[in-house]
C-alpha cells in the first residue's frame, strides 16, 4: 500500500514553453502533498506545500507564478513549469501522507533545451 | 526540525553488516529519527524510523543512543541493491498537517557503495 505515482517519469521541453507534471496518490486520500525539486548531486529542496481544495504554499525563493501547483482532489496534485528555461532542468518529486508517514513518488526527470 | 550530521560516504563489501551512524545532538524529546534512502534516479523510500526504543523492520534495525544524540542504522546484509544515498532525518511528532512543518527536510546523507 501508500504508493504515489508520477507522470512522467521524463520529459524533454523547448525553452519558453509550459510543462505539467502529476502526481497521484494511488491507494490512499492526501490532504497534503509536498513538491521537492533535486539538482544533480545535491539532496532534495521542498518547493511548495500542496493543500487540497486551497492554494499551496511555496518556500523562499520559489517564484509561485512560475511553477503552478493545483491540488484539485484528495489523490492529485499537479505541478505546472511554466515559461520553462534550462536552468529549470532537474530532477521534481512529489510526496504525501495518508497519515504521519511520508510517501515519494519515483520522480520526474526535466530537461529544458 | 534538528540538524543532523552524517559522514558524506560509506563503503562496504556486499553481505556484510553495515552501520551507518547519524548525530543529532540537538534532539528534542518529541522528535522522531526517520530514515530514508534514495536509489540512483528514484524518489526517496522509507526505511525506518523511531523515537526512543530500538526497531527492527525487514529492511533494516535502527539502534538509538540512551541520550537519544545519535543514532544508527543498521543494515545486517548489504546488497548491491543497497547501493544508496540515506538519509537521517528528525521530525516532530506534533506536525500541523496543513503546513510546511509536515514535510521532512533533507541533509545531504551518507552515499553508501556496495562491493561486489
Known amino acids: 500500500g501508500a504508493v504515489v505515482s508520477q507522470h512522467p517519469s521524463w520529459v524533454i521541453c523547448k525553452s519558453g514553453t509550459s510543462v505539467k507534471i502529476e502526481c497521484r496518490s494511488l491507494d490512499f486520500q492526501a490532504t497534503t502533498m509536498f513538491w521537492y525539486r533535486q539538482f544533480p548531486k545535491q539532496s532534495l529542496m521542498l518547493m511548495a506545500t500542496?493543500?487540497?481544495?486551497?492554494?499551496?504554499?511555496?518556500e523562499q525563493g520559489v517564484e509561485k507564478d512560475k511553477f503552478l501547483i493545483n491540488h484539485a482532489s484528495l489523490t492529485l496534485s499537479t505541478l505546472t513549469v511554466t515559461s520553462a528555461h534550462p536552468e529549470d532542468s532537474s530532477f521534481y518529486i512529489c510526496?504525501?501522507?495518508?497519515?504521519?508517514?511520508?510517501?515519494f513518488g519515483p520522480g520526474t526527470r526535466l530537461t529544458v533545451t | 526540525d534538528a540538524k543532523t550530521t552524517q559522514p558524506n560516504s560509506m563503503e562496504s563489501n556486499e553481505e556484510e553488516p553495515v552501520h551507518l551512524p547519524c548525530n543529532h545532538s540537538t534532539i528534542s524529546g518529541t522528535d522522531y529519527i526517520h530514515w530514508y534512502r534514495q536509489l540512483p534516479s528514484q524518489g526517496p523510500e522509507y526505511v525506518i524510523h523511531?523515537?526512543?526504543s530500538n526497531v527492527n523492520n525487514r529492511m533494516a534495525s535502527l539502534a538509538i543512543a540512551e541520550d537519544r544524540k545519535s543514532s544508527t542504522l543498521i543494515l545486517h546484509r548489504a546488497t548491491l541493491r543497497d547501493a544508496a544515498v540515506y538519509y537521517c532525518?528528525?521530525?516532530?511528532?506534533?506536525?500541523?498537517?496543513?503546513?510546511?512543518?509536515?514535510?521532512?527536510?533533507f541533509g545531504k546523507g551518507t552515499k553508501l557503495s556496495v562491493k561486489p
Open positions: 510526496s504525501a501522507s495518508p497519515n504521519y508517514e511520508q510517501y
Open positions: 500542496s493543500n487540497e481544495g486551497s492554494k499551496a504554499t511555496y
Open positions: 523511531g523515537l526512543t
Open positions: 532525518i528528525l521530525r516532530d511528532v506534533m506536525f500541523d498537517h496543513g503546513g510546511s512543518q509536515g514535510n521532512l527536510i
